[in-house]
């Protein structure tokens, strides 16, 4: 049984950062695409950052400069570093893993950036 499990959201300021982790228990994770996508009340879901198994990564316009997803192959982990945060990225952030057909999703985390 696969399973992906994500941590790291919370409530922040405005300015500050968290870090979200996101687990893929598979057998070679360095197969897999990661990517975080975001979802705000009465939104679609968003692509807000992409990391291949080479490690080349893509992100979103408005997020650009401020997040920084990564990823540890022998740990089976993605993060996105959220640095300098805003209203506007509050949202229930979703990690998911990919490869060919196979489409795994996390539960999803909150992260609220408020004053």
Known sequence: QVQLVESGGG??????????????????????DMNWYRQAP?????LVATITGRGTTRYTDTVQGRFTISRDND????YLQMNNLKPEDTAVYYCNGKRFGLDYWGQGTQVTVSS
């Not at 409530?11 to 897999?32: A, D, E, N």
């Not at 740990?75 to 993605?78: D, G, L, Q, R």
């Open 11 to 32: 409530l922040v300021q405005p300015g500050g950062s968290l870090r979200l982790s996101c687990v893929l228990s598979v057998s070679i994770f360095g197969l897999y």
């Open 75 to 78: 740990k089976k982990t993605t």
């Open 42 to 46: 009465g939104k679609q879901r968003e």
